[in-house]
């Protein structure tokens, strides 16, 4: 007899193997953007101040360069007296004294002075040979975390700060600054570059004046005199500057015609100079 030949079931379940593949790729897929969004923000810092460090045309990176933390920004202190940010501004910088390690660079940080004017506003005087190199106007890498302290303290005051550069009466005559004038107001155009762009103090808070050497603190009878009248003053406003009127045709012509009305008196003095009056708080 012949045998009966017994037929194969098909498989109505073979749909489960391509399901299970599919739920496997799909936890594997959700794993991996799980992974991705679990940033570590000490590396993640650390690679982007690496990429600002190579990218960063501020400053000159032939050397190695260290950003130091010197503490996130605190609240504002707005609102407290005068004394209150002088104070601020001196822990800040002994703080930072105590954070860098170069010995050269502490006995600079040594010469920044903080003086209170009349007005209220805060003088900090930076000597230039801590942030720029002879006759030049790129910031060194070596002051960098000096800088970074200082926005941190701006940060903190959440005030206006004009910065100004200052030169002795030596000349300079390059194809880059033609006289004192463009270098000083280079210099504190990169200062108010640096502390915007690499330290987020907001760029609306921030001015930029050059003076040359038309605003020395001592005479330039000699080399150590010379280098006291190269610096650069970051002043801390206490009242924010006002914001310009603008006027149209017509009222600009009547404001010109009144005061062309003014008797010109030669013996009244003139308004004082906003770097003058200042004296320094023991």
């Known amino acids: 007899m012949a045998k009966h030949k017994h037929e194969e079931h098909e498989n109505h379940e073979r749909w489960?193997?391509?399901?299970?593949?599919?739920?496997?790729?799909l936890f594997a897929?959700?794993?991996?953007?799980?992974?991705?969004?679990?940033?570590?923000?000490g590396k993640?810092?650390?690679?982007?101040?690496?990429?600002?460090?190579?990218?960063?045309?501020?400053?000159?990176h032939s050397g190695a360069?260290?950003?130091?933390?010197v503490g996130e920004a605190k609240m504002a202190l707005q609102g407290r007296n005068p004394t209150d940010a002088k104070e601020v501004m001196i822990r800040r910088i002994r703080q930072l004294t105590q954070v860098i390690k170069d010995k050269q660079l502490k006995d600079m940080v040594a010469f920044v002075t903080v003086v209170q004017t009349i007005n209220g506003d805060i003088v900090?005087?930076?000597?230039d040979r801590l942030l720029f190199s002879s006759g030049e106007?790129?910031?060194?890498?070596?002051?960098?975390?000096?800088?970074?302290?200082?926005?941190?303290?701006?940060?903190e005051l959440n005030r206006h700060t004009r910065v100004e550069g200052h030169t002795d009466n030596v000349p300079i005559r390059t194809a880059q600054f033609p006289s004192n004038w463009e270098l000083s107001a280079?210099?504190?155009?990169?200062?108010?570059?640096?502390?915007?762009?690499?330290?987020?103090?907001?760029a609306d808070h921030l001015a930029a004046v050059g003076h040359a050497d038309t605003r020395p603190v001592t005479a330039n009878a000699d080399a150590e005199q010379r280098a006291k009248n190269r610096r650069v003053e970051v002043v801390i406003l206490e009242q924010a500057p006002a914001a310009p009127?603008?006027?149209?045709?017509?009222?600009?012509?009547?404001?010109?015609?009144?005061?062309?009305?003014?008797?010109?008196?030669?013996s009244q003095p003139g308004p004082e100079l906003s770097g003058e009056g200042r004296f320094q708080i023991p």
Request: aromatic letters at 8%; charged letters at 15%; glycine letters at 4%.
């Open 16 to 25: 489960l193997v391509s399901y299970a593949d599919f739920i496997t790729l």
């Open 29 to 41: 897929f959700f794993v991996v953007m799980y992974s991705i969004s679990s940033v570590n923000i």
């Open 44 to 60: 993640y810092r650390t690679v982007s101040d690496s990429i600002k460090a190579a990218l960063n045309p501020l400053a000159n």
């Open 65 to 69: 360069n260290q950003v130091i933390s």
């Open 124 to 127: 900090i005087t930076i000597p």
């Open 137 to 155: 106007a790129t910031v060194r890498a070596e002051a960098l975390p000096f800088l970074e302290g200082l926005g941190g303290a701006l940060l």
């Open 186 to 202: 280079a210099r504190a155009v990169m200062v108010v570059r640096v502390l915007s762009e690499l330290y987020g103090v907001p």
């Open 245 to 266: 009127i603008l006027q149209s045709g017509d009222e600009s012509e009547q404001s010109e015609q009144s005061t062309e009305n003014i008797p010109q008196n030669p």
